[in-house]
């Protein structure tokens, strides 16, 4: 297979074996999706997030993904407020979630185990969802009724 690069002039050059295999590597990969990053905040606690806003991007999640670093996440946007329920299948490391209302209000935190599916959900309707490393609300001692600062800035849900 030929892959062709375009150079800074203008012309197309054909990538040599050795070189197609490494592009064909790299592009294997990069995410099948792109997701806005944004910065939200919890008091003094800061995370940066992906924001799942798609059904596409909700259903895959963090499947397949290495472990989340100490300050990210995913944040996941629904177009209404619902239930929302989320588990681990194919997700291999431990998560911690928070449900979120329309508002910002965090409305009930939980702990998943990897590779399971355990159904964990919110206690009332939400908006939001919000998966960290597990622990992290725990251990900051971010509870029910905090307000989560920043989701001003996330796109919409598409259904």
């Known amino acids: 297979m030929t892959f062709f690069i375009q150079g800074r002039d203008g ?6 074996p050795g070189r197609s295999g490494l592009l064909l590597a790299a592009l294997a990969a990069m995410p099948t999706w792109a997701a806005q990053r944004i910065e939200l905040r919890i008091g003094d606690q800061r995370l940066a997030v992906e924001v799942a806003t798609t059904p596409a991007q909700r259903a ?8 989340l670093a100490a300050h ?5 946007v629904f177009a209404g407020d619902d239930e929302r329920c989320l588990w681990m299948r194919d997700t291999p490391s431990a998560l911690a979630a928070a449900f979120i209302d329309a508002g910002g209000k965090i409305l009930n935190t939980v702990e998943m ?3 399971t599916d355990t159904r964990h959900c919110s206690r009332a309707p ?16 971010i509870r029910a009724g905090e307000r989560l600062q920043g989701l001003e800035k996330v796109a919409p849900a598409s259904r």
């Open 11 to 16: 012309a197309k050059r054909a990538l040599g």
């Open 60 to 67: 895959q999640g963090l499947m397949g993904r290495p472990p």
């Open 72 to 76: 990210e996440g995913m944040l996941f």
């Open 113 to 115: 185990q990897p590779l």
């Open 126 to 141: 939400a908006r939001y969802a919000l998966e960290t490393q597990a622990g992290w609300f725990s251990t900051r001692g």
